[in-house]
């Protein structure tokens, strides 16, 4: 089945500075890579989202890039603010056994920007 | 609001015990998924039921078990309860089981067994 790795796993940055966070899958039918934001307490939402098909996608302050052939995605958040302190996941569509489709999240990574 | 609603919000029980988790969906959303959230495996895909019926599963226990109904809300029933079954249940939902479709998270059940 499909396996995410998430690094890193904490992240601290002032505001201001770039966030950088790294995924990697290993099953290489999946093809829908959403990144989700968790406040504390709260949860998941979808921030963005990309398809095989696509290489970058980017929305404001936030993009993300695919690299099928190493099955590697990435999050990038520009200019940080402190509301952006959460714990970001990615995850990877899951071809499931029975027709299914899911998404296999990797461990999180906790933002914190400080002001 | 996402539009999926769990209920309870928060249960305590004790171990060997049986409980009910209960989800309904999204308006017009037939695929319902329930995930399993704990401090250190982040968020662990238990199953996937699209229409009523079964379609993808992941690391669900024995001990665990799901069904959607007619009406499309779905509940997990979790027994013989033990100490690390402690966690947060996320139900979620989307339109369909199409690749790329938007999953919607509810706000969680809060299960903690002593």
């Known amino acids: 089945g499909e396996n995410v790795e998430q690094h890193p796993s904490t992240l601290s940055v002032q505001e201001g500075d770039s966030a950088v966070i790294k995924c990697t899958y290993s099953d290489s039918a999946s093809n829908y890579f959403p990144w989700y934001k968790q406040e504390l307490g709260k949860r998941p939402q979808l921030i963005i989202d990309i398809r095989s098909n696509v290489g970058e996608k980017k929305d404001q302050r936030i993009a993300v890039t695919l690299n099928k052939t190493a099955k590697h995605f990435s999050l990038h958040i520009t200019e940080t603010q402190p509301e952006d302190s959460a714990v970001y996941f990615c995850a990877a569509s899951y071809p499931g056994d029975q027709a299914g489709t899911a998404l296999i999240f990797g461990k999180g990574t906790t933002l914190s920007v400080s002001s | ?114």
Do not use: M
């Open chain 2, 1 to 114: 609001d996402s539009g999926v609603t769990q209920t309870p919000k928060h249960l305590i029980t004790a171990t060997g015990q049986r409980v009910t988790l209960r989800c309904s969906p999204r308006s017009g959303d037939l695929s319902v998924y329930w995930y399993q959230q704990s401090l250190d495996q982040g968020l662990q895909f238990l199953i996937q039921y699209y229409n009523g019926e079964e379609r993808a599963k992941g690391n669900i226990l024995e001990r665990f078990s799901a069904q959607q109904f007619p009406d499309l809300h779905s509940e997990l029933n979790l027994s013989s309860l033990e100490l690390g079954d402690s966690a947060l249940y996320f139900c979620a939902s989307s339109v369909d089981q199409a690749i790329g479709n938007t999953i919607y998270f509810g706000e969680g059940s809060w299960l903690t067994v002593v």
